[in-house]
Every structure is written in structure tokens, then in C-alpha cells.
């Protein structure tokens, strides 16, 4: 049919992950991937909201190549709204929120990118109503409820990341930034961190979703097809670690560890499925792993590549 383009099975398996994870799929659902994609994505719709964040979970979303997020948003996922990407602006796109609030509309997917302000939502204000400013907060906990299934992307959505970390002078955290399960903890939210996701591990559980396939977790509740191992588990340095050669300075040969890389520390599968179409990876480029993936960071105190400003 003219105009749509279906997922190719190369591009299915892509999504789930990989060979390994095609293996968990039955043929069948193979076979009819593509027609049951389709289907069900245009009769799914998807409110993706941003919360405290840097948007940078949306741009390595708008990086992803394979297929590319054009092809996923327009033939295969019913984006409804999107606060960078959308067409719609002021009250014709707040109307679109709000009348799934006001329909008590049980059947879209909220995704939710960046933490929830929990001291005051003058924090984080998402459009208006009646003339007021009304908080994200609001959004989630009202959408949240009634959502078929919610998707927190991003380490600030998913553990509270860089908003959430204390102040060193005074303690505790000015604007209280929360997770999305902290804010919805009668919900299973589905964890996709990260600084950023990569974009496979949203399209791929974005699709796993909109396909009613609910992704195997872990004590996080992050999807295990891509966070299972630890970075040094597929380190391209892992024999570096093995034979004990260790880098003194930033360009030297060798594990990184000493110099901070948190890769025995992070789960996810980077070293494996690299960054920009498969070119490189954090410790493949030399820079250490940051640990964006775990609870812990950006406070991961003395272990990470992170030293404390003194003074």
C-alpha cells in the first residue's frame, strides 16, 4: 500500500535485540510481525512527556538509524504527543493530553522523559489550564494511573539522575526531583535508563510494549535484553583487565579501571551494540564508563571519573 512501509525481519530482530533475542520470539510472531506492528500501532497511542531533563533522551531518540525514527512514529507507533517534536502547539496540543485525562481514556502508553518535581510543580509546569499553570507532576500521576503501560527513558526518569543530586554545601536536593515509580508506585514502570538511552533500548521497548509483549526485568526494572551483563563483561579492554595491563593517564593502552571507569559497576550492553549505527563505544573511545545506567550515578562518590569540587 502506498505511503507505508512495514518492518523488514532484519529490522524486527534488530529492535528486539539481536539474534539472541529473536530466539526468545516464537516464528510465528516473526512471521506476522510486521502486520501485527502495524496494526497495533495505529490503534496504540503513545504520550511521551518531559519532565526535568536536558532533552537528550529525545535527541538520541531522533539518532536512531535503523529503521529510522521517522519510519517508527509515522507507519508504525501513533505518537499522539511529544513536547519537542510535535506539530501542535498551546492549547491544541495541551487538548490532546487533557482529553485523554477527561475520557478517562485507559488504552495509550505513557512515556515520560526526565524527574518529577515533588517540592513544588512551579519547578516543571506543562502548559495550562483555565489559566493556570498545571505541573508535571499532575500529567503523570493523572495519566499515569489510567495508562496501559508507563515507560520511564532516560536515568532522570528512571533513578531521578542529575536532578536529583544533592547539593554538596547543604544536603538534599532543591527542587526534590523523584523518579516516575517514585511517583507512581501503585504502577510497574518500565525502566529504560541511561545518559543518554541508547536508541535501540527505546524503539526496542517501545515496540515490545505496543505489542503487549511486557520486556523481562530486573531488580531496576530495566528490560534484562539489554541491560543483563556489565559493560566489563563485553569490554573491548576486558583482556587489557585479564592480563593486568592497566592505563596510568587518559591515551594509554589498557583497562581503565584505575582511572575510574565504572564498567564492573554498570549493566548494559554498549560494548556490544555501540553508539551511531555500531562506530564506537564509551570505553571503546578511551573515556571510561560514567556508570549512567545504575541508580547511583551522578553520586557515585569516590569509584567514578568524577572527583568532588573541593572548596
Not at 532543591?174 to 538511552?197: D, F, M, R, W
Not at 549493566?267 to 571503546?284: A, E, Q
Amino acid at each position: 500500500m502506498k505511503g507505508r512501509r512495514f518492518l523488514k525481519r532484519r529490522e524486527f530482530i534488530h529492535l528486539m535485540g539481536g539474534f539472541g533475542a529473536a530466539l526468545a520470539f516464537p516464528n510465528v510472531l516473526l512471521q506476522g510481525c510486521k502486520k501485527a506492528l502495524y496494526k497495533a500501532g495505529k490503534q496504540t497511542p503513545v504520550i511521551w512527556l518531559q519532565g526535568q531533563s536536558c532533552s537528550g533522551c529525545s535527541v538520541s531518540l531522533l539518532n536512531s538509524i535503523d529503521p529510522d525514527i521517522a519510519s517508527v512514529i509515522t507507519a508504525h507507533i501513533s505518537l499522539n504527543f511529544h513536547q519537542t517534536i510535535s506539530f501542535a502547539t498551546g492549547d491544541t496540543a495541551i487538548n490532546i493530553i487533557r482529553q485523554a485525562v477527561e475520557n478517562k481514556r485507559d488504552d495509550y502508553i505513557l512515556v515520560v522523559e526526565g524527574s518529577i518535581p515533588s517540592k513544588s510543580d512551579l519547578y516543571c509546569t506543562l502548559g495550562e489550564i483555565d489559566g493556570h499553570h498545571k505541573g508535571i507532576r499532575e500529567w503523570v500521576e493523572e495519566l499515569g494511573s489510567r495508562a496501559r503501560a508507563v515507560v520511564a527513558v532516560g536515568t532522570c526518569a528512571t533513578y531521578g539522575g542529575i536532578p536529583a543530586a544533592e547539593l554538596r554545601a547543604t544536603g538534599g536536593n532543591p527542587t526534590g526531583a523523584q523518579s516516575v515509580a517514585e511517583i507512581l508506585p501503585q504502577k510497574t514502570v518500565i525502566n529504560v535508563p541511561g545518559c543518554p538511552p541508547h536508541p535501540d533500548w527505546m524503539v526496542g521497548t517501545l515496540v515490545q510494549v505496543v505489542l503487549k509483549r511486557r520486556p523481562r526485568l530486573d531488580e531496576y526494572g530495566r528490560p534484562l535484553l539489554y541491560f543483563k551483563d556489565t559493560v566489563h563483561d563485553n569490554c573491548e579492554r576486558l583482556q587489557y583487565y585479564k592480563q593486568e595491563v592497566f592505563a596510568e593517564k587518559w591515551g594509554d593502552e589498557g583497562c581503565l579501571y584505575k582511572l575510574g571507569c565504572l564498567g564492573i559497576d554498570t549493566n548494559c550492553d554498549i560494548p556490544k551494540r555501540k553508539w551511531l549505527g555500531g562506530v564506537n563505544s564509551c570505553t571503546g573511545s578511551g573515556s571510561g564508563c560514567i556508570g549512567c545506567t545504575e541508580p547511583a550515578f551522578p553520586d557515585t562518590g569516590k569509584r567514578g571519573l568524577y572527583e568532588h569540587k573541593k572548596g
